[in-house]
């Protein structure tokens, strides 16, 4: 079973930040460090946070280290059934874990005129087609695809060696791998997996 976490970061975040900091190991910390806004910073311990907890409740250690394959994807060493990949946007932090490879990607919904640009350089042309049929559903359509495109690419664990137009999500041998949800407040969030028995089991709370 592949279970999706979600956590939504409050606003007031100052407080959060300085506590999840301490809490962080040294690499977590250089990653926050490196960001240049404050509020990116929050979401990269966040996911650390929610990273440590998950690992805890589902694998019941407190230590742990996470390593990185070849293609960049981080796992936990020494614990090769365990699979998870983390996505983080606006306010939203997400986890997706199980005992199969997966990939997810969350994203805050805001379509302009950029995103379309995006669409039709990164898109493939079935792809674009989807998008732009609907002018009412263009944005919910074109995060359908990006977040799809994303969480694929996150599953296969190669990064952005596999160009995003090389492979549409739309396709049979690829859309049955994805469970695509939308969630409150404007956000859309795309799970990638292999696992044919797969039970998108979504938890969703404020973080604390």
Do not use: M, N
């Given at each position: 079973m592949i279970t999706l976490r979600?956590?939504?970061?409050?606003?007031?975040?100052?407080a959060l930040y300085d506590a999840l900091y301490r809490r962080a190991t040294p690499?977590?910390?250089?990653?926050?460090?490196?960001?240049?806004?404050?509020?990116?910073?929050?979401?990269?311990?966040?996911?650390?946070?929610?990273?440590?907890?998950?690992?805890?409740?589902?694998l019941g250690i407190?230590?742990?280290?996470v390593v990185k394959d070849p293609g960049g994807k981080p796992r936990i060493a020494g614990q090769d059934h365990f699979h998870y990949n983390l996505s983080h946007s606006g306010s939203r932090v997400v986890i997706a874990?199980?005992?199969?490879p997966v990939g997810v990607d969350v994203q805050q919904m805001c379509m302009d005129a950029g995103k379309e640009n995006l669409a039709k350089r990164f898109f493939?042309?079935?792809?674009?087609?989807?998008?732009?049929?609907?002018?009412?559903q263009t944005g919910a359509r074109f995060y359908r695809v990006?977040?799809?495109?994303?969480?694929?690419?996150?599953?296969?664990?190669?990064g952005l060696k596999k160009s995003l137009?090389?492979?549409?999500?739309?396709?049979p041998e690829i859309s049955h791998m994805l469970k695509i949800r939308y969630l409150p407040d404007g956000y859309c969030v795309s799970l990638c997996s292999s696992d044919q028995n797969c039970i998108f089991v979504l938890d969703d709370q404020p973080f604390q």
């Open positions: 979600c956590v939504t970061l409050p606003e007031d975040s100052e690499e977590r910390k250089q990653r926050a460090d490196r960001y240049l806004r404050r509020e990116d910073g929050l979401r990269c311990l966040a996911a650390g946070e929610l990273l440590r907890r998950t690992v805890e409740q589902e407190t230590e742990f280290t874990c199980g005992d199969s493939t042309q079935e792809e674009q087609a989807y998008v732009f049929a609907s002018p009412e990006w977040t799809g495109k994303e969480s694929y690419l996150k599953y296969l664990g190669t137009d090389s492979f549409s999500i739309l396709s």
